[in-house]
């Protein structure tokens, strides 16, 4: 079953404004993973946290990790219009013989307007 | 970079025939790959993990029967859809995960959209 509630389900700006996108989940994890997927084609690897970090950069990306409320935020600043895509959050359980399976969130549609 | 390759891309099958969708890791090898499936406007969702040289472990409610998954090799993971039905219609992504043990990445193949009419 799925494991990550995304919120807002679909979110629309305007360029050069910031995105923010959240994650929960309801197990212990080992790591979270943001990915971004244009309309019907393959997923990007954006960001990877794992559960002992809080934040990571990446450009203009920023994630936060907060175990203790098992949530996660994806920041895009300056957005642009290339980045209108689909955003998931996926979470990689503890459990060693789980062999790093993700779970999905249910994801974020950006939509950015130039 | 990593990349995994997902052949065909694009498939149109009738009701009743099996289909095979292949996921090749192409730079690297991986002892673990694993097959989704995304209907429109949905997540993915975990079908099963392919493990090389053993039998796919399917998550809750797949059935193995008609979703089979063979992992002959370090770089090919095959899935094959029997007696497919227009709900299967969906498309079917794979991800490979680097054999490096150290390695928590998984690299996703472009998916394969199927259709059966």
């Known amino acids: 079953s799925q494991q990550g509630e995304e919120d807002p389900q679909a979110l629309s700006i305007q360029e050069g404004e910031n995105a923010t996108m959240n994650c929960s989940y309801k197990t212990s994890i080992n790591n979270l993973q943001w990915y971004r997927q244009n309309s019907g084609r393959g997923l990007v690897h954006l960001i990877l946290?794992?559960?002992?970090?809080r934040e990571k950069h990446s450009g203009r990306l920023r994630v936060t990790l907060d175990t203790s409320k098992k949530s996660s935020s994806l920041l895009i600043t300056a957005s642009r219009a290339a980045d209108t895509a689909s955003y998931f959050c996926?979470?990689?359980?503890?459990?060693?013989?789980?062999?790093?399976?993700?779970?999905f969130g249910q994801g974020t549609e950006l939509s950015v307007k130039p | 970079g990593a990349v995994v390759s997902q052949h065909p891309s694009r498939v149109i099958c009738k009701s009743g025939t099996s289909v095979k969708i292949e996921c090749r890791s192409l730079d690297f090898q991986a002892t673990t790959m694993f097959w989704y499936r995304q209907f429109p406007k949905q997540s993915l969702m975990l079908m099963a993990t392919s493990n090389e040289g053993s039998k796919a472990t399917y998550e809750q409610g797949v059935e193995k029967d008609k979703f089979l998954i063979n992992h002959a090799s370090l770089t090919l993971s095959t899935l094959t859809v029997t007696s497919a039905h227009p709900e299967d219609s969906s498309f079917y992504i794979c991800?490979?995960?680097?054999?490096?043990?150290?390695?928590?990445?998984?690299?996703f193949g472009p998916g394969t959209r199927l259709t059966v009419t």
């Open positions: 946290i794992r559960s002992n970090e």
């Open positions: 996926a979470t990689a359980s503890m459990i060693y013989n789980q062999g790093g399976k993700l779970i």
């Open positions: 991800s490979a995960r680097d054999a490096s043990p150290s390695s928590y990445e998984q690299y």
